[in-house]
């Protein structure tokens, strides 16, 4: 599974949109990006992938650049709550989840 | 309604004793998995199982034992043996552990040795 790089942590005004980066250069053709957050002291909680093109949930968009080299997960209208750890994460889907290289995420602060 | 719980949520043992973590999951999942969380690093793979009475060693295994008769269950002994054994513990189960299957995760043990 390729690798990924994010910011180590950013800020964000409530109610404003957070936009959050991930490079992942190396990402090979049948890669999807995944997205999940940890809550201080909770477990990860899944958010959103895509392969190819933008997708968009109840609880955020995920915007992949046109050469899939990077994308950005949108939380559209940040909240207090949403101030978690944010982990991008490459993956074949028919991969093992046992074999997702968990990096440090991004660290993001909805400020009141 | 389904889940994933892992109980207790914090653990304080003496140095030298065994200690067992309990994850219980209702999800019929096959796979189910053991994370160590240490600050400043990721998720890091103790061990897994992806079938009752079967189960495969992690990246960092040593000190740490696991048993899974049961689909539901799968706990996770930390014995003496570990050298740092303050972490906080994950416990996740998937459909599969291929297919691209989404991950659940529990709230977590945080564990302390002192």
């Known amino acids: 599974d390729a690798k990924t790089t994010q910011p180590p942590s950013m800020d964000c005004a409530e109610g404003r949109a957070a936009n959050l980066p991930c490079n992942h250069s190396?990402?090979?053709?049948?890669?999807?990006v995944y997205w999940y957050r940890q809550i201080h002291s909770q477990g990860p909680q899944y958010i959103i992938h895509?392969?190819?093109?933008?997708e968009t949930n109840e609880m955020a968009s995920l915007i992949i650049t046109e050469d899939r080299k990077s994308s950005t997960l949108i939380l559209p209208h940040a909240t207090l709550r949403d101030t978690a750890v944010y982990y991008c994460?490459?993956?074949?889907?028919?991969?093992?989840?046992?074999?997702?290289?968990w990096g440090l995420g991004t660290s993001l602060a909805v400020n009141p | 309604d389904g889940g994933i719980t892992q109980s207790p949520k914090y653990l304080f043992r003496k140095e030298g004793q065994n200690v067992t973590l309990s994850c219980e999951q209702n999800?019929?999942?096959?796979?189910m998995y053991w994370y160590r969380q240490d600050p400043g690093q990721g998720l890091r793979l103790i061990y897994y199982?992806?079938?009752?009475?079967?189960?495969q060693k992690g990246d960092i295994a040593e000190g740490y034992s696991v048993s899974r008769e049961k689909k539901e269950s799968f706990p996770l002994t930390v014995t003496s043996a570990q050298k740092n054994p303050t972490a906080f513990y994950l416990c996740?189960?998937?459909?599969?552990?291929?297919?691209?299957?989404?991950?659940?995760f529990g709230q977590g043990t945080r564990l302390t040795v002192v």
């Open positions: 996740a189960s998937s459909i599969y552990d291929r297919g691209g299957t989404e991950a659940f």
């Open positions: 895509g392969l190819k093109n933008n």
């Open positions: 190396t990402i090979s053709g049948n890669e999807y």
């Open positions: 994460i490459v993956r074949l889907n028919a991969g093992n989840n046992r074999k997702l290289i």
């Open positions: 199982s992806q079938i009752v009475n079967d189960f």
């Open positions: 999800l019929n999942h096959d796979a």
